[in-house]
């Protein structure tokens, strides 16, 4: 549609009032939408030869008449010239005279607004004349996002008592923070992020508590955590990694206290133990965000948990040791790091589960703990091996992989015995290439490491968890799909 555009001649619009030292409030322009039947958006007017910007803004509304009565005034500026300030409020005058004319032709001629729902009103003003337009509204005018200024408008009240309210700080009267907060709410409002990082005094400090030790898929969480260097200084992050020995309670726990008071956020692979989850607790008492990696403790406080359901995981590994080792029968071995971590005890039960229930033939042995140490893990399988000649299949719940690949190797089993493991990684890749192991259950080290850093975040700024994205999802890898 063609826009409807009223000039007015520049003219000095004199009244006994006029230089007002009072802020600029044409709030008639709510009447003004109203009686036209289209919305309108608070323009930005360019004002006087300096370019001084005056901007018009929405609220209760005021009549025409007190427009023209001079109620409507603009804001006097600290810093500029009393001469200046005069040519501002005049050509705010101006502004106001367009407005009210504008108004006027539209209901002469309402025909020129045929589309009116979908425009706005557009005002401006140059030394020689003003003008006021009805121009299309883009989708972005339609939507565009709220600032603080807006909700101190609605809700009657000074930027700084909404910053109070947003931080919880004191000084502010109950019923004010209850207006506040009814405006933040109806208006579904969120404060910039970005704003809101900027405006902190200090980086957020995040610490991951990772095992020491040669844990391929740790390591492989912790160069992600490094890839992501960048995304974390846009959002002043600064991640530490804390390694220590996550098979042994007292240890984990002393190096969970050790963090008290110093980090916003942990993400922790637990141990679930009761000294585990009693430092667990202490951490999030002291206003820190906990959060667990991998391997849950979930009779802590901690507020969430970032990693694979184990027990699926353990039921398919279960699923497919019974259907690869086919129509034999024989002993399973089961190797795990430990069964005080809780997604070997979770992946185990599953195990068991599974194969108790749906592969009658197979018996499954005592399991050996290695705590994920190749050496360890080795020894204890060839044991195993040399006592159990019958032995069919081997579930390894978590690393140590290659010192039960070489134990298979050194007794010339690794052709009739099933393995199967966890995590797809250069050595996991390597022996599903050569035929030593079977299939990997396989979690996604990257999804992880970001899930974790994400979820502390939100956390800390009290946004919600995107549940969907961040859950970690679980595949079964063999020699044929390897990614």
Known sequence: MKALLVLVP?????????????????????????TCGFPVLPPTIPCSPDQIPCSFAQGPTYTAEAARAGLLRPHRRMGVSQRTNQRVEMTALRTTGAVLQFAQEVRVAPHAAESAASCYLKMSCVPHMTSASLQPMKESDASSPL?????????????????????NRPGVRPDTVRRVRETIDRNSFRPHVAGAELARGRARRFAFVMPSGPNLFMQQIQSYLGEMSGWLSARRLVLKMVATDVFDASVLADTLEALAGEYDGVAVVALDH??????????????????????????SRRHHYVGIDNIAAGRTAGALVGRLVGPRSGKVAIVAGSQGLRDHAERIFGFNQVVASEFSGLDVLPV?????????????????????????GIYNVGAGTR??????????????????????????????????????????????????VRVLLALARGEPILSEQEKIRIDIVMRDNLP
């Open 10 to 34: 520049r003219r000095r619009m004199r009244h006994e009032n006029a230089l007002s030292p009072v802020t600029l409030e044409p709030r008639d322009l709510v009447a003004i939408g109203a």
């Open 147 to 167: 600032t603080l200024r807006d909700i101190a408008r609605q809700a009657g009240v000074s930027l700084a008592t909404v910053d109070r309210v947003l931080h």
């Open 274 to 299: 009761p000294s585990v989850r009693a430092a667990i607790n202490d951490l999030v008492d002291g206003g820190a965000k906990v959060v667990t990696l991998v391997s849950d403790a979930p009779l």
């Open 368 to 392: 050996l703990e290695g705590r994920d140490e190749d050496e360890r893990s080795e020894q204890l399988m060839l044991r195993l091996l040399g006592k159990h000649p019958d032995i069919v």
């Open 403 to 452: 010192g039960v690949a070489k134990a298979l190797i050194d007794s010339g089993r690794e052709k009739q015995v099933v393995f199967v493991g966890h995590d797809v990684t250069v050595l996991t890749r390597k022996l599903l290439l050569q035929g030593v192991m079977d299939a990997a259950i396989s979690q996604n080290p990257g999804h992880e490491a970001r899930a974790a």
